[in-house]
């Protein structure tokens, strides 16, 4: 089961948290690229305004290409299998890389945009598949720990981006088009270890009905003795489901019986990608500047906030299973309202006293810690549980895209917030946080331990009342 989340989790989130960070450290290179390749082809200086232009199509075209591919991936996934999903979405890195590789010898910056784009839907159907196949192959004891495999390698990547990125390894003038080329070895990787592991035995089971196939796929992840109780759980939702096709994803907006799964999932995921983390990143230059920091040597304290995140999902995948899905996600929520709070005051008075920078500094670093405890690592857990097999596929599509958009959205409109708000602006990521608490506090029911059909009766009152 741990390799099965290793194979599975390389060439899936890996991937997204490796490509969001890598593209920060070449920044300058790719400007410089960008006016020389201008200047041989049209004889005439690149327009500043053109230049922020074309660099904000490079950065922000992978969220768009997020967004198709989270548009296709639960489709992908019904089609060929969750383990054929992941195998074909490979095939989109490696000609990604391999476009932005040739990008500059060519003198083809348009093939950088082309690349950005293909590895962008390469990480929305990664986003969207693994955290379904890890959901589906993982005993329900196991099944939070196992989930935060996708929070683990997400954060992994975020932090082997940021150290490859640096300008001692791939981050310098002459390497950066190594840098953004070498996600094909996270994607030739998977290539070789994947095949190795089952499909999923409840993909096998309810979307095939190959029972056979499901009971060898058991075998090999739960053992020979083991795998009974879990198959008697498979055969159940089986039968519950009575023949059920996968849903399409507007189908399940018509669909009463999933109306606060699907509420939730969408309040839970806009959450998270409007709670504030950006703007810890986007402030953590200039308050690293404030303490003192040589420019220099931010990269490294950047690292800093890479490890942070990193630990914090190691931390929840070990907690999930005792503490519970609820305590960690409204805890994780509560925090980083308290934080936001910290933050404004540190900022408003960062000249008046010498020590206010560091207030500032422990305050970044403690905010990331309580995003990745909660809401950072438990979003995708529960979109797995809150769904049965019918359901589930649909619900990673309408999560992923509102994920998508939602990161496009805050990353077009943050620099408009900051500028108009200042340090004010994290008042609005406190009332962002402490509403998405309340609604689970009042929502959501705790999932530890249950079964998906168990899940699905705690949600039943919910949507049909009290006295059904």
């Given at each position: 089961?741990?390799?099965?989340?290793?194979?599975?989790?390389?060439?899936?989130?890996?991937?997204?948290?490796?490509?969001?960070?890598?593209?920060?450290?070449?920044?300058?290179?790719?400007?410089?690229?960008?006016?020389?390749?201008?200047?041989?082809?049209?004889?005439?200086?690149?327009?500043?305004?053109?230049?922020?232009?074309?660099?904000?199509?490079?950065?922000?075209?992978?969220?768009?290409?997020?967004?198709?591919?989270?548009?296709?991936?639960?489709?992908?996934?019904?089609?060929?299998?969750?383990?054929g999903a992941l195998l074909m979405n490979n095939i989109i890195a490696i000609l990604a890389s391999i476009l932005m590789g040739i990008s500059f010898p060519t003198g083809l910056f348009e093939l950088l945009i082309a690349g950005r784009f293909l590895?962008?839907?390469?990480?929305?159907?990664?986003?969207?598949?693994?955290?379904?196949?890890?959901?589906?192959?993982?005993?329900?004891?196991?099944?939070?720990?196992?989930?935060?495999?996708?929070?683990?390698?997400?954060?992994?990547?975020?932090?082997?981006?940021?150290?490859?990125?640096?300008?001692?390894?791939?981050?310098?003038?002459?390497?950066?088009?190594?840098?953004?080329?070498?996600?094909?070895?996270?994607?030739?990787?998977?290539?070789?270890?994947?095949?190795?592991?089952?499909?999923?035995?409840?993909?096998?089971?309810?979307?095939?009905?190959?029972?056979?196939?499901?009971?060898?796929?058991?075998?090999?992840?739960?053992?020979?003795?083991?795998?009974?109780?879990?198959?008697?759980?498979?055969?159940?939702?089986?039968?519950?489901?009575?023949?059920?096709?996968?849903?399409?994803?507007?189908?399940?907006?018509?669909?009463?019986?999933?109306?606060?799964?699907?509420?939730?999932?969408?309040?839970?995921?806009?959450?998270?990608?409007?709670?504030?983390?950006?703007a810890i990143y986007f402030y953590a230059t200039y308050i690293f500047e404030q303490a003192g920091i040589s420019a220099e040597k931010i990269p490294y304290v950047t690292l800093g906030t890479g490890a942070c995140e990193c630990l914090t999902a190691l931390t929840c995948g070990l907690l999930i299973d005792y503490v519970g899905?609820?305590?960690?996600?409204?805890?994780?929520?509560?925090?980083?309202?308290?934080?936001?709070?910290?933050?404004?005051?540190?900022?408003?008075?960062?000249?008046?006293?010498?020590?206010?920078?560091?207030?500032?500094?422990?305050?970044?670093?403690?905010?990331?810690?309580?995003?990745?405890?909660?809401?950072?690592?438990?979003?995708?857990?529960?979109?797995?549980?809150?769904?049965?097999?019918?359901?589930?596929?649909?619900?990673?599509?309408?999560?992923?895209?509102?994920?998508?958009?939602?990161?496009?959205?805050?990353?077009?409109?943050?620099?408009?917030?900051?500028?108009?708000?200042?340090?004010?602006?994290?008042?609005?990521?406190?009332?962002?946080?402490?509403?998405?608490?309340?609604?689970?506090?009042?929502?959501?029911?705790?999932?530890?331990?249950?079964?998906?059909?168990?899940?699905?009766?705690?949600?039943?009152?919910?949507?049909?009342?009290?006295?059904?």
């Amino acid at each position: 089961l741990f390799l099965a989340v290793c194979a599975v989790g390389i060439g899936g989130t890996f991937q997204y948290g490796y490509n969001v960070s890598i593209i920060n450290a070449p920044t300058q290179h790719i400007h410089r690229f960008l006016n020389e390749t201008w200047t041989h082809r049209y004889h005439k200086q690149l327009n500043p305004d053109l230049l922020t232009f074309l660099w904000s199509v490079i950065a922000s075209i992978f969220s768009l290409g997020g967004l198709c591919g989270a548009l296709i991936g639960g489709s992908m996934a019904i089609r060929l299998g969750r383990k054929g999903a992941l195998l074909m979405n490979n095939i989109i890195a490696i000609l990604a890389s391999i476009l932005m590789g040739i990008s500059f010898p060519t003198g083809l910056f348009e093939l950088l945009i082309a690349g950005r784009f293909l590895i962008g839907i390469n990480s929305g159907i990664g986003i969207c598949v693994q955290p379904l196949y890890i959901g589906e192959v993982a005993p329900k004891h196991l099944r939070g720990g196992m989930a935060m495999g996708t929070s683990i390698f997400l954060t992994g990547g975020i932090l082997t981006g940021q150290i490859i990125g640096l300008r001692e390894l791939l981050g310098g003038e002459t390497y950066w088009p190594l840098l953004l080329s070498s996600s094909c070895f996270p994607a030739f990787a998977q290539l070789l270890f994947l095949p190795w592991f089952p499909e999923s035995p409840r993909y096998l089971l309810i979307d095939r009905g190959d029972e056979l196939s499901c009971a060898k796929a058991l075998k090999r992840f739960h053992g020979s003795s083991e795998y009974r109780r879990e198959m008697e759980d498979i055969q159940r939702e089986c039968f519950a489901l009575d023949g059920e096709k996968p849903k399409k994803p507007w189908q399940l907006f018509t669909d009463r019986g999933v109306r606060w799964q699907l509420i939730t999932v969408i309040v839970m995921t806009m959450g998270q990608q409007l709670s504030g983390i950006n703007a810890i990143y986007f402030y953590a230059t200039y308050i690293f500047e404030q303490a003192g920091i040589s420019a220099e040597k931010i990269p490294y304290v950047t690292l800093g906030t890479g490890a942070c995140e990193c630990l914090t999902a190691l931390t929840c995948g070990l907690l999930i299973d005792y503490v519970g899905r609820r305590y960690l996600i409204i805890g994780g929520y509560l925090l980083m309202t308290l934080w936001s709070i910290v933050l404004t005051f540190s900022l408003t008075y960062q000249e008046l006293y010498s020590w206010v920078p560091y207030v500032s500094m422990t305050s970044i670093f403690a905010f990331i810690l309580s995003f990745g405890l909660g809401p950072g690592g438990i979003t995708n857990t529960l979109t797995a549980e809150l769904f049965i097999q019918s359901s589930r596929p649909a619900a990673y599509m309408i999560g992923g895209t509102i994920s998508w958009i939602s990161f496009f959205t805050i990353g077009m409109l943050f620099p408009f917030i900051v500028n108009g708000l200042k340090q004010y602006c994290f008042l609005v990521f406190l009332l962002e946080c402490s509403s998405v608490a309340a609604f689970i506090f009042l929502v959501i029911p705790e999932t530890k331990n249950k079964s998906f059909l168990e899940i699905k009766k705690e949600f039943h009152k919910l949507n049909f009342g009290r006295n059904t």
